[in-house]
């Protein structure tokens, strides 16, 4: 898979810091952000929000057949991440496989090569988790 | 003066034990374990480099610090493995640190010693108010040539280093000096996947030679002696010659002791004397002395007179300790470390 | 609004059709579909096309116009419409839509996809493009993945077990036997389908449907003239389509794809029917795990009692509601924008009475389901006879 550069630019703050958007109308968290409130609308006040990358594991799974590009790192873990600010986001567990997991076990926040398949091309950064010991 | 206002270290989660690699080129595990001291290494998982393993300590180090990103005023990264070779990892580093763009950022290369020269670039730059804090962090996944001696020891690791005034500190740097020349004891040109390196010639008129200069040269400089210092950290290569250094300059054994981290996680190149100044950080008392000399081939040393403050007992706690990492480990085959290395053709 | 009828079907060989181009397929089911339909084709006046990824798969966008060009029906407008796997389905209720208001009488529908040009990582990639593609599909996920996700909360909140994933795969794959157009015509064991290769746990391949070429296509006509293209015509009694959010992460729950429920809740208050009155279901079984939801979101099973169900029986032909008659995506295979349109020509051939080893007796309604991405659009479509 390739991302173009200036996507991949676009997400760096959200992709390296987890920065994603609060509504203060009706206090709910978005990550990934968003501009416009799913509850409130047109009302809704929309402001940056920093997450901490903290949460528990929502679900998981397994990925041993890979989309183009993370062919290398077959058998890995992704799952679904309830994060402590209120949302929850899909990212890969590092540092661990299927068995060491169950849901809602503590996730921390960790800062992983997200895709870097081509050797001449730009290498993709951002947000991953692990198991928080 | 320059201080140490916050510090962070990170190692990956992945070991190689020397025993696994030996038995693949057919050599005597405990001949190895013997000569070079070094019992297993650390390994990046496929998702990790030099980049990845500075934000993790240089995150670590921000907690410490408590100060806020923006107030950096520079990042430097030293390291022989940026994932670059034009483009900078200290851009990245910033900018996961929320630290951008109010800043002067760049990577540094002197093959072990690279992060130990952002430490000095640092401390010049707070000495001078030309900035409020700045972040040296020394990083590596180093690589040796398959069936090298260096493959038993080229291993991965961070440590940062966030430098301020010294009222402020954890640690006060008292006072450096460093010694360099030219010395083609190791090298890697561009194109080349794997380092070189001139064998025995690494130890007497390379190693030996630099860390002496540089330790006597900050003790001379300083009118100081061992005796006034509680732990002394020297470059660890492998095990062996920092012991063979302290015994040439009359160090006590048990001084060196806890910064000895190269038998368990391997060298970590630039990350290599940082990651011990942690680990020697993370036990030592107020009021205790350090003395630092880091080495890099090609070649040169850095040596610090540390002394740390009471604000260390306070300022540790807010991050993980280096043995967190040191202490979650999972070994890997040769197999599997050759997946993770990327040594497989096609990868 | 005018009543909708079905009047004519016609669907290709499903499967790795090498031999067989994008054009070709979607032109051999449409001349299927107006040969059934006893029409000439001058009756046409409009066409809808439902294709998930034409572009990215044979590098062929403005599919609507290539089809009229090669159908021969210029210079009449066919219009193509996207939503992910539910595309198919989304051209249909676009033809309703035309004929329900009268702006068209004769409207012919198509969904095609040919998808084994391409190697299956980039096909698995473009098929992530039906989920967020920056935030779930880059961050490493497949779809297989996604589902799996969801059969483990399901595990979890209600104890479904890889038996009974694995039952509906055995179900449908002995349905699919019957199927002359189906990708697999051939059983599988529960034996097999459990230790098959993983794919992503606990989804293994044989939860899986397959890369399939292939492509199907409708006629629709008003009911009222319906009997002068079709001796057996089937009514559209409800056509509903309804929204979810595109990452399965953003969803209230796993255990449940809201949008089908509600498209559901809707064709049945309009269509004045209840899941209880439903002989025949096609549900959007692209993993196992999405045919035990659906038949819980439809509401022929109670939250949490799909598993058991299949696993019981009670979905096979004989049983309380027969699920995949066809053989489902999972024996049929699915051409991703064909499914929708496939399962109307299913549903028309129970409600006709033209399926032998798989008929279902005395069938008076049936409903269709198609879902597009892990659930971010879902389009149900009930049915009864015509005649």
Sequence with gaps: ?133 | MAGIVGYGAYVPKYRIKSETIAEVWGEDPNRIQKGLGIMEKSVPAIDEDSATLSVESARIAMERAQIAPDELGAVYVGSESHPYAVKPTATMVSQALGATPNLTAADLEFACKAGTAAMQICMGMVDSNMIKYGLAIGADTAQGRPGDALEYSAAAGAAAYIIGKDDQSLAIIEDTFSYTTDTPDFWRRTKADYPSHGGRFTGEPAYFKHVQGAFNGLMEKMDEKIDNYDYFIFHQPNAKFPKAVAKKLGVPKEKIELGMIVPIIGNTYSGNTPLSLANVLDKAKPGEKIFVTSFGSGAGSDAFSIKVTDKIEEKRKKGYPLSHFIENKEYVTYAIYAKLRKKYKGM | MRKVALVGVGMTKFGENWDKSFRGMVTEAGIKAIQDAKITGDEISAGYVGTMASGSLVGQEHAGALISDYMGLNPIPITRVEGACASGSLALRQGVMAVASGLHDVVVVGGVEKMTDLDVAAVSQILGGAGDQEWELFMGITFPGLYAMMARRHMHEYGTTEEMLASVAVKNHANGVYNKYAQFQREITMEQALNAKMVADPLKILDCSPITDGAAAVVLAPLDSASSYSDKPVEILASEQASGTLALHDRENLTSIKAAKIAGELAYKKAGIGPKDIDVAEVHDCFTIAEIIATEDLGFFKPGEGGPAALEGKTKIGGEIAINTSGGLKATGHPVGATGVKQACEVTWQLRGEREETQVKDVEYALTHNVGGSGATAVVHLYQRGY
């Design chain 1, 1 to 133: 898979m390739k991302e173009s550069i200036s996507l991949t630019w676009r997400r760096i703050p959200e992709r390296y810091k987890m920065i994603g958007t609060r509504c203060t109308t009706c206090n709910s968290n978005f990550f990934p952000p968003r501009s416009v409130c799913s509850k409130c609308r047109r009302k809704g006040k929309i402001e940056p929000f920093e997450f901490s990358g903290n949460g528990k594991i929502y679900s998981f799974t397994e990925i041993h057949a890979a989309p183009a590009g993370f062919e290398n790192q077959i058998p890995y873990v992704m799952a679904i991440v309830e994060l402590d600010e209120g949302t929850r986001c899909t990212g890969q567990i590092v540092d661990a496989t299927l068995k060491d997991l169950k849901i809602g076990d503590r996730v921390e926040g960790t800062f992983r090569k997200l895709l870097s398949d081509d050797p001449e091309g730009p290498i993709h950064y951002g947000f991953k988790f692990r198991l928080k010991k």
